[in-house]
């Protein structure tokens, strides 16, 4: 399906698919009645999106326990011009449950920055959409 714009649609399973391979995402989230958007390597697992940060971090604080965006997308510049973008939203919390955080841990889910940063937050997807842009020419 084709979109107003002539995007390509994407469905659930390539959502998912696209967002599972891609090396970087963006959340977006409320921090101090602002809007914040950072970005993090994650893991998808689930249905859900995994990102591992220090408990103390602005993401822990303002992204725990409310409805967060996460985004993922890809380019490439001629000569093909092809592009992807998935956003998923979803309600973020912290990972506790030792059985889940072992599960979790298994992941391999490296933070970039130095530190201990053994805070899990789970952002679990309700809804996902995604578009995809074929070069014309």
């Not at 993090?40 to 220090?54: C, G, L, P």
């Not at 409310?66 to 973008?85: I, L």
């Not at 939203?89 to 889910?109: C, F, K, N, Q, Y």
């Amino acid at each position: 399906m084709v979109d107003g714009a002539g995007l390509e649609v994407l469905n659930e399973a390539e959502c998912l698919q696209l967002l599972a391979g891609a090396p970087v995402g963006r959340i977006v989230f409320s921090d101090r009645a602002l809007p914040a958007v950072l970005p993090v390597n994650f893991a998808v697992i689930e249905n859900a999106v995994i990102i591992r940060t220090d408990a103390r971090s602005r993401l822990a604080i303002a992204g725990t326990n409310t409805v967060v965006a996460f985004e993922a997308d890809e380019f490439s510049s001629r000569p093909s011009r092809s592009a992807w973008s998935v956003v998923a939203v979803g309600m973020a919390t912290e990972v506790s449950v030792p059985a889940d955080l072992d599960a979790i841990r298994r992941l391999g889910l490296h933070p970039w920055a130095s530190g201990a940063k053994e805070y899990y937050l789970r952002m679990d997807i309700e809804t996902i959409t995604g578009r995809r842009l074929h070069a014309s020419g």
